[in-house]
């Protein structure tokens, strides 16, 4: 299976698939301008929370290629500029500020030791590809990991879009679902639709359908049919934070289908990278997303704004929700498997205790 990188950045632009028109059309949009992919990342065209920390790195790196002067100083405040922008774009994955924070610490150091503005320059640039290599790397590793806990004949249900347009390439949930596919294993797929933004419908079938993996799509409403018809072996799906308690923050729609797997005794796994957990916030300080309402008012289709109700209702639109650790199975990341209590095995992975 050929991998997809759906952002990149190409001498000194940054390339990626607009995701809100896929499946109609492949539209690549470039940039040199960290403040049009900061857009990006605010409007979905380039979302899933590991793109977008990789996306981010990509526009601090824009920040250090097309800064004019050659003094340190003024290239160091443009980075902490971009770093500003980039953050204020989405707030619940912490992809995005692990990439940034990480790129930042990277100019810092490189700043302090050896102190020329084209060393700094370099040093952003090679940080953010580490950042997207390193990040296919953790993907083809959680995936192999995870494909342990598939078996041949199982139909896997998953929710949003975790593959490659969610992350630097492959996918979290969906390398591993990959990964099981090419070691040969005859597994079938569920796709939620995923509304408002339609992630599941729109990308996870058109990546299935591009592998040739079997897929089914049902409306988010159809979970619980699913399940108590016997239809679904196992859950697997993304986060866009993990928590060391163990709660985690994905896509709205989450909880409700971990609610489901529980009462039908379905395993239900998240996979992540572990860039995705974060070891700082507790769940009172989490914050979810709350997206323009015409997302719920109007049918996904980027070419013609369709209302789907009476366009002044009020709506509630938040983007995730999250699922607590009592109804989690077991959280996959690239170094290795978690299981309950999280608390302690999460700490561990990370090397905290
Ligand atoms: O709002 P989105 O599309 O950025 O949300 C994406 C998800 O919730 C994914 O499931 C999550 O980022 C995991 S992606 C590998």
Redesign the pocket.
């Known amino acids: 299976l050929e991998i997809l990188k759906p952002v990149d950045l190409v001498g000194d632009e940054v390339k990626w698939l607009d995701t809100r028109f896929v499946p109609w059309e492949e539209i690549w949009r470039k940039t040199k301008d960290y403040r049009r992919l900061a857009q990006a990342i605010k409007d979905?065209e380039i979302?899933?929370?590991?793109?977008?920390g990789v996306a981010a790195a990509f526009g601090m790196a824009l920040a250090a290629l097309h800064y004019p002067g050659n003094d340190l100083e003024g290239l160091m405040e443009e980075l902490r500029k971009a770093k500003e922008v980039l953050s204020k774009t989405?707030p619940t994955?912490v992809n995005l500020f692990w990439a940034l924070d990480r790129v930042m610490k990277k100019a810092e150091e490189v700043a302090k030791e050896k102190g020329s503005a084209d060393e700094v320059r370099n040093a952003v640039v090679e940080e953010a590809k580490a950042i997207q290599r390193e990040d296919i790397e953790m993907n083809m590793k959680m995936g192999k990991i995870g494909a342990k806990l598939i078996e041949s004949g199982d139909t896997i249900l998953t929710?949003?879009?975790?593959?490659s347009l969610?992350?630097a390439g492959y996918?979290?949930?969906?390398g591993v679902i990959r990964a099981a596919w090419e070691e040969g294993k005859e597994i079938k797929v569920i796709a939620t639709e995923t509304r408002p933004?339609d992630?599941g419908a729109r990308l996870t079938v058109w990546e299935l359908k591009r592998d040739g993996i079997p897929v089914k799509l049902i409306s988010d409403t159809m979970v619980g049919y699913a399940m108590s018809s016997g239809l679904v072996d196992k859950v697997f799906?993304?986060?866009?934070r993990i928590l060391l308690s163990g709660h985690f923050a994905?896509?709205i729609g989450?909880y409700q289908i971990a609610i489901l797997a529980k009462h039908h005794n379905v395993p239900f796994y998240t996979?992540?990278p572990t860039s995705?957990i974060d070891p700082k916030t507790t769940l009172d300080q989490l914050i979810i997303?709350q997206r323009n309402p015409d997302e719920v008012r109007t049918c996904p289709y980027p070419y013609q704004k369709v209302y789907v109700t009476v366009p002044d209702v009020e709506v509630l639109n938040p983007?995730?929700d999250v699922t607590p650790p009592e109804l989690v199975t077991a959280i996959v990341t690239e170094k290795g498997i978690a299981y309950p209590p999280y608390w302690v095995s999460l700490r561990k992975m990370l090397g905290l205790d």
């Open positions: 979905m979302r899933g929370a590991p793109a977008i989405r994955a929710h949003c879009n975790t593959g969610a992350t996918g979290t949930a969906l933004v992630q799906l993304g986060a866009d994905n896509k989450t996979v992540a995705t997303e983007a995730f």
